[in-house]
């Protein structure tokens, strides 16, 4: 296993640890975007990375930061099902129109989940 798969593995590992810990949930969203960002650094094309730092900061209500870095998986050619859903959270937190995130939804209906990715959380009450 090369050490970006090893990294991508432990940055999900991290992720899911912050529910767990949330009175640390500042400290290890840091954490994740300092490591993802430092595996772009190495591959700046690695959509599993970019996907995931768009998950990261749309949990941070960085919404801006997150779509762009969602976009440029999806230029990029990935085909992440989490790709996808991120997307649609992001632009239903951003208040954008229905039909945009709903032909994502659709799009991601039929992708399959790498297994590197992770979804953004998303709180159906925040609206």
């Known amino acids: 296993m090369n050490n970006i798969t090893q990294r991508l593995e432990n940055v999900k590992k991290l992720q899911a640890k912050r529910w767990e810990n949330e009175d640390h949930w500042d400290d290890i969203n840091d954490l994740l975007v300092k490591e993802l960002d430092e595996i772009l650094l190495i591959e700046p094309e690695n959509t599993a990375a970019l996907i995931n730092i768009g998950a990261v ?3 941070m209500g960085e919404n801006e930061k997150a779509i762009e870095y969602l976009k440029t998986a999806m230029n990029l050619g990935s085909v992440d099902k989490n790709l996808y859903i991120n997307l649609a ?3 239903v937190y951003m208040e954008m129109h229905q039909e945009e995130y ?6 991601a209906e039929d992708k399959i989940e790498d297994p590197l990715t992770f979804k953004a959380y998303f709180d159906p009450n925040s609206q």
């Open 57 to 59: 900061y749309s949990d």
């Open 89 to 91: 959270i992001v632009m």
């Open 102 to 107: 709903h032909e994502y939804l659709e799009t």
